[in-house]
T-cell receptor, first 112, second 115 residues
Framework: KQEVTQIPAALSVPEGENLVLNCSFT??????LQWFRQDPGKGLTSLLL?????REQTSGRLNASLDKSSGRSTLYIAASQPGDSATYLC???????????FGKGTRLHILP | EAGVAQSPRYKIIEKRQSVAFWCNPI?????LYWYQQILGQGPKLLIQ????????DSQLPKDRFSAERLKGVDSTLKIQPAKLEDSAVYLC?????????????FGPGTRLTVT
């Protein structure tokens, strides 16, 4: 059974710092991995999607890496801003037509 | 393009009462999902519809939860009777097709508090 774990559960960092969020999954047979952002009172928004054949994806200040063999992914946020404060969820898809399995998320707070 | 709409946004009920949530997916999206997200947890899939048929309801507590998508568009999720442990955010999501399950668009959710 696939399980997704995110560490840490919560993180506070001063504005301007670079930071890394971690995700691990137990079964390396995945179709893709996504990082979502969730703001209070709002739904989830997909930030980055990495196919199983890819090693990383970048969007602006965000960079996500995938090491499928070790069952790990990281989300790197450069030059953090207060607007980055949110919960970040890691999720894997076992197959393209199979349900997404989410981690519990990391609550990120950027201190002004 | 309008996003996934959900109502109500908030609901407070007493245990043993009934409650219903409504979802309108993105136009043209054949697949619809209901998730339960308990505070501090990731979303858990309750039920997945393909048009008006159920694809996966393996994690739906069928003794108290029910869902329907009669015309393959809007959907309702009902809880009857509610328990304290049902307090959560209920998220609706939709995707264009069943072979693109990973490409889901989420609504804002309904926060349910059971007292």
């Amino acid at each position: 059974k696939q399980e997704v774990t995110q560490i840490p559960a919560a993180l506070s960092v001063p504005e301007g710092e670079n930071l890394v969020l971690n995700c691990s999954f137990t079964d390396s047979a995945i179709y893709n991995l996504q990082w979502f952002r969730q703001d209070p009172g709002k739904g989830l928004t997909s930030l980055l999607l990495i196919q199983s054949s890819q090693r990383e994806q970048t969007s602006g200040r965000l960079n996500a890496s995938l090491d499928k063999s070790s069952g790990r992914s990281t989300l790197y946020i450069a030059a953090s801003q207060p607007g980055d404060s949110a919960t970040y969820l890691c999720a894997v898809s076992p197959r393209r037509d199979d349900k997404i399995i989410f981690g519990k998320g990391t609550r990120l707070h950027i201190l002004p | 393009e309008a996003g996934v709409a959900q109502s109500p946004r908030y609901k407070i009920i007493e245990k043993r009462q009934s409650v219903a949530f409504w979802c309108n997916p993105i136009s043209g999206h054949a697949t619809l999902y209901w998730y339960q997200q308990i505070l501090g947890q990731g979303p858990k899939l309750l039920i997945q519809f393909q048009n008006n048929g159920v694809v996966d309801d393996s994690q739906l507590p069928k003794d108290r939860f029910s869902a329907e998508r009669l015309k393959g568009v809007d959907s309702t999720l009902k809880i009857q009777p509610a328990k304290l442990e049902d307090s959560a955010v209920y998220l609706c999501a939709s995707s264009l097709a069943p072979n693109r399950v990973y490409e889901q668009y989420f609504g804002p959710g309904t926060r349910l508090t059971v007292t």
